[in-house]
């Protein structure tokens, strides 16, 4: 069975920075081919609809940034720790929410309701 363990989250001041993992199991992420998938991390707010702040797609490498963190935020990968991150630098207080981690293998892109596996949530809040 697939699983996406969150850690890293916390509180801290705005203009700081954290930096989010993602463990997975059950499938390997640490490489773009055989394996096709999307991998990506996401946001809510208590009141707010989710939505996307990172995607990293397996087939070329390439990746997304919404407006609102992009060149603050940055999505990486540990083969060897089979673990996606999550650079968050540069911190305001409207990054406030739960982040998730989600996968979608066999996947081309990241889509807020199109993951088939999610992780259980790291709260991040930015205080001012």
């Known amino acids: 069975q697939v699983q996406l363990v969150e850690s890293g989250g916390g509180l801290v001041q705005p203009g700081g920075s954290l930096r989010l993992s993602c463990a997975v199991s059950?499938?390997?992420?640490?490489?773009?081919?055989?394996?096709?998938?999307?991998i990506g991390w996401f946001r809510q707010a208590p009141g707010m609809s989710r939505e996307v702040v990172s995607c990293?797609?397996?087939?070329?490498?390439?990746?997304y940034y919404p407006d609102s963190v992009k060149g603050r935020f940055t999505i990486s990968r540990d083969n060897a720790k089979n673990t996606v991150y999550l650079q968050m630098n540069n911190l305001k207080p409207e990054d406030t929410a739960v982040y998730y981690c989600?996968?979608?293998?066999?996947?081309?892109?990241?889509?807020?309701?199109?993951?088939?596996?999610w992780g259980k949530g790291t709260m991040v809040t930015v205080s001012s």
């Open positions: 990293l797609a397996s087939t070329d490498g390439d990746t």
């Open positions: 989600a996968l979608r293998p066999r996947g081309a892109w990241c889509s807020n309701h199109g993951m088939d596996y």
């Open positions: 059950g499938f390997t992420v640490s490489g773009f081919v055989p394996d096709v998938y999307a």
